[in-house]
């Protein structure tokens, strides 16, 4: 027997979890931002990318 998978019926906790980081990312980029202004090293920068696209991919509902 083959269940339709429809990503809108998750369980709760899942929900919660993703609502929670997708109020945090925004602070955490900011954050990163200006770590990465006053002291740029590669680590910072590769962080600073994955918060960015983390946060596109919250607001363009990608995840």
């Not at 906790?13 to 109020?23: K, M």
């Not at 945090?24 to 090293?41: H, K, Y």
């Not at 910072?44 to 995840?63: N, T």
Request: net charge positive.
């Amino acid at each position: 027997m083959n269940k339709k998978f429809n990503k809108y019926t998750v369980q709760s906790w899942f929900r919660n979890i993703r609502g929670i980081c997708r109020q945090l990312i925004i602070p955490f980029a900011i954050f990163q931002g200006i770590r990465t202004v006053l002291f740029p090293t590669t680590l910072d920068v590769l962080l600073l990318a994955i918060f960015i696209l983390i946060a596109l991919g919250f607001h363009y509902e990608w995840f």
